[in-house]
């Protein structure tokens, strides 16, 4: 008997790793890489790397991981979502809602258009709005109460700033053409008068206030900035910009950072700790045209600017240096318009601005609409606009979730 083949053994398959290249990889296997890269950068600060971080993963375009608030609450609690994906699960599901925001209710309380506005900081059915004759009305609309009314001047009294008093919010700080920053409760009662030119050539154009460092600062027509402290006291009064300062804002993160803007075509940034003149601005922010408004983010991260043409700007303010993200935007100045003044949401990272259509505008279509359009403050990409037949008017003026029609004596709240 021949004897039997012995079988021949098989041989293993030989299995060849190669390194993945960088475009095979996933993205979260890139987030080490990118993370690395970001700490390791030359000069780079704390909050700097988070930021590089997110805008490294941005750049991969990840697809959102979850389509569920209440999935992606539930992971965020059990430490297995980040902050910024749930984040961004909250902001696309208020933007879905605005499809259902109509007019809840209007007033017409003013002989003249309607020139600021303001949220109570602690009732957020109370707002304060004042007029180009100077008149400032408290109106809860929550309540059928009468609105409290305080009457104004008349011509050349209008209100150009105007905010709520954060240690005592029964009391509220205006700036206006009359020539004085002042604070004043609703009784119609004057408690301090902060500045007063003393001569109609000059006026106050905008102002702000900070409650950690119990400071009031205001812009006037010529160019001057005045820091005061909560008694009254000036600090300093300096020409900062060659013409009229239309907006100051102080950063909410960091109060001893200011923000001025001017129809001098510059924005610029200030260290309140190192000012001495005109020459000590941390950075000069050039623009094509006069600028109407520059504010801070609520997390104080982001500056918005408005120009008095057709362009929004959004700042990184940890890299003043770098190209801001534009937005072309139709909203040109009118003389007898309240200037058109974007703003941020008080939540989400989302950009509130009024549309004025113009025809030389690139994009402008027949018979366009005078929305309030709302914009990604990342991307700068339109996400909504918001239009009720009610109120056909130029929206101007806003802050938080109400708006109002500049160029008519009325305003409107949307809900």
Request: net charge positive; with cysteine; charged share 20%.
């Given at each position: ?52 971080l ?37 902001q ?46 408290l109106?809860n ?10 009457k ?72 001057h ?10 600090l ?16 909410p ?16 940034i ?13 950075h ?31 700042y ?28 941020w949401h ?12 113009d ?14 359009d ?11 606009q918001?239009?009720?037949p009610?109120s ?5 003026v ?18």
């Amino acid at each position: 008997m021949a004897p039997r083949k012995r079988p021949e053994t098989q041989k293993t398959p030989e299995v060849v790793v190669r390194p993945k290249t960088r475009r095979s990889r996933s993205p979260r296997e890139l987030e080490p890489e990118a993370k690395k890269l970001c700490v390791k950068g030359p000069g780079s600060s704390r909050r700097f790397d988070s930021g590089c971080l997110w805008a490294g993963l941005a750049s991969l375009q990840v697809p959102p991981s979850y389509t569920s608030i209440v999935r992606a609450l539930h992971h965020h609690k059990l430490g297995k979502a980040a902050w910024p994906s749930l984040q961004q699960g909250l902001q696309q599901s208020f933007v879905h809602s605005l499809a259902s925001y109509r007019i809840f209710q209007k007033a017409a309380p003013f002989d003249r258009r309607a020139t600021s506005l303001a949220w109570h900081p602690t009732h957020p059915s109370t707002l304060a709005v004042g007029s180009k004759g100077g008149d400032i009305m408290l109106w809860n609309f929550g309540i059928k109460d009468k609105p409290t009314f305080i009457k104004g001047i008349g011509a050349g009294g209008s209100v150009t700033g105007l905010k709520f008093n954060p240690l005592d919010t029964n009391q509220f700080f205006t700036s206006s053409m009359e020539g004085t920053t002042r604070l004043q409760d609703f009784k119609g009662n004057t408690l301090r008068v902060f500045t007063s030119s003393d001569t109609c050539n000059i006026w106050f154009c905008s102002l702000d206030v900070s409650a950690r460092s119990r400071m009031v600062v205001t812009g006037d027509n010529v160019g001057h900035v005045i820091l005061l402290n909560m008694d009254g006291r000036e600090l300093w009064n300096l020409r900062m910009h060659k013409k009229k300062v239309t907006h100051v804002a102080l950063n909410p993160c960091c109060d001893w950072l200011l923000a001025t803007a001017s129809v001098d075509q510059t924005v610029k940034i200030w260290d309140l700790r190192q000012v001495k003149g005109k020459s000590s601005c941390l950075h000069s922010l050039l623009h094509s045209h006069p600028v109407n408004a520059a504010c801070f983010s609520p997390d104080g991260a982001q500056l918005l600017t408005t120009d008095q043409k057709s362009e929004l700007r959004v700042y990184s303010a940890s890299q003043w240096d770098c190209p801001p993200s534009l937005i072309p935007h139709p909203h040109r100045h009118f003389q007898h318009l309240t200037p058109i003044k974007a703003t941020w949401h008080p939540r989400y990272n989302l950009i509130v601005v009024g549309r004025y259509p113009d025809p030389n505008f690139k994009s402008c279509t027949p018979h366009e609409l005078r929305t309030i359009d709302v914009f990604d403050g990342s991307s700068g990409k339109m996400m909504y606009q918001l239009y009720d037949p009610e109120s056909s008017g130029i929206i101007s003026v806003r802050f938080g979730p109400s708006n109002n029609d500049g160029r008519k004596q009325g305003f409107n709240l949307l809900y």
